[in-house]
């Protein structure tokens, strides 16, 4: 006797339901699949995945920073799929070359200032943010942060190893106060006067600038866009990736196939003030205020195969 199942796709997201679900919803209203959607901390996400193994229900997960889809490919829960439409869609440097994960939301990780504080003529690049002219003046959070991990790992591809340490242990020097709290909390520090410089991802800004109670705090905050003149600002991206053992996997496909589609990757980008990945998207009004950039186009892999050489240098230089 064969019984017939309504499609649908499992997906275990390490994203806040509320960003992702009007998304899914839309999917489901045009295609008729049912979307299960299973909220959780990413590393959890990937354990659960780990011990359900073959019996496991996910059909995708759903990650921020390459960092940790670059971990859930090395622990074997992706595998590895042929998109056109994905390949077409996504920039290179936005996804695995194999397959395994890609990149559905890009971001940005620049530095902020306060006005009046900082000239932005005395900002450069990442790697001035080390120079004793900035001592005392920096904020960013603690090094088990994976955002701080994946721009660590940039410095190191860029500039590599030796040079990333000491451009590490300068940078501790001028924290202006041991790190805590997330990137918001970085970006209010500095406009309390605890210090002149945030490293934070612009859509803190820009979701506090959407933000009634915290848009007074944010309008004193600046972007300023490091390495233009070389490589470009240090980027990142949400993603995601089919599950090894998707029980769905067509529609699982269908469904990342869909979140790369203009209308999608508008009200994506949009809804978290995040970068669409595909060329055509458009950018919410903040993120437009923020202005234009390079990013840099190194393959964000990179970032994903040297974190621990990442979390090595942040250690040794006391990045607490
Ligand atoms: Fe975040």
Known sequence: MSVAHAAEVNIYSGR?????????????????????????????????????????????????????????????????????????????????????????????????????????????????????????????????????????????????????????KGLVANFARPPKGGDRDQIKAAVAGVCDIAIANTYYLGGMLADKNEQAVAQQVKVFWPNQADRGAHINISGAGIAKYSPNKAAAIQLLEYMVTAEAQQWYAVANHEYPVISSGKLSDILQGFGEFKADQLSLEKLGELNSDAIRVMDRTGWK
């Open 16 to 168: 806040q339901e509320e960003l992702i679900k009007p998304l899914l919803e839309k999917f489901t209203a045009d295609t008729g699949i049912k979307v299960n959607l299973i909220t959780g901390k990413p590393d959890e996400l990937i354990s659960r995945m780990l011990s359900e193994g073959r019996n496991s229900p996910a059909d995708i997960l759903i990650s921020t920073d390459v960092g940790r889809l670059y971990r859930a490919q090395q622990q074997n829960v992706l595998q590895s799929i042929n998109s056109e439409a994905l390949t077409q869609a996504i920039p290179a440097a936005l996804r695995d070359p194999a397959g395994h994960w890609y990149g559905l939301t890009m971001r940005a990780r620049p530095i902020l200032y306060v006005g009046g504080k900082v000239k932005p003529e005395e900002l450069s690049t990442y790697e001035d943010l080390a120079s004793p002219k900035w001592r005392g003046r920096i904020c960013v959070r603690s090094s088990d942060n994976i955002y701080n991990q994946s721009m660590t790992a940039s410095i190191i591809a860029h500039d590599g190893v030796t040079a990333a340490e000491s451009w590490a």
